[in-house]
Nanobody, 122 residues
Framework: QVQLVESGGGLVQAGVSLRLSCAAS????????MGWFRQAPGKEREFVAA????????WSADSVKGRFTISRDNAKNTVYLQMNSLKPEDTAVYYC???????????????WGKGTLVTVSP
């Protein structure tokens, strides 16, 4: 069993930055792809970004390209999401995700964190 715990969310004004962290623990493979999804109230959960085990390959949604950067520190079993130039439309619960293969479909994700809320005021 793999446990994922997010942290770093909060209430911020548009234009500022936040860094989310996701700490992984439990029984897992170090080759797992890790990433982030988000879900706003009344909307479907959507893919945000993902990173390969080595950190050499990353993927991100068009809506966050140029603003969000994903990274990981395997020694700390932690993945990060650096969020710059935040917009009100970024307001959502952000979920850490992990699995053996890359996917942008939430139904194919193997493990989920409980989420951390990011609220961006105008």
């Amino acid at each position: 069993q793999v446990q994922l715990v997010e942290s770093g969310g909060g209430l911020v004004q548009a234009g500022v930055s936040l860094r989310l962290s996701c700490a992984a623990s439990g029984r897992t493979f170090n080759s797992y792809v890790m990433g982030w999804f988000r879900q706003a109230p009344g909307k479907e959960r959507e893919f945000v970004a993902a990173i390969s085990w080595s950190g050499g390959r990353t993927w991100s949604a068009d809506s966050v390209k140029g603003r969000f950067t994903i990274s990981r520190d395997n020694a700390k079993n932690t993945v990060y999401l650096q969020m710059n130039s935040l917009k009100p439309e970024d307001t959502a619960v952000y979920y850490c995700a992990a699995g053996p293969v890359l996917t942008t479909r939430d139904g194919e994700v193997e493990y989920w964190g409980k989420g951390t809320l990011v609220t961006v005021s105008p």
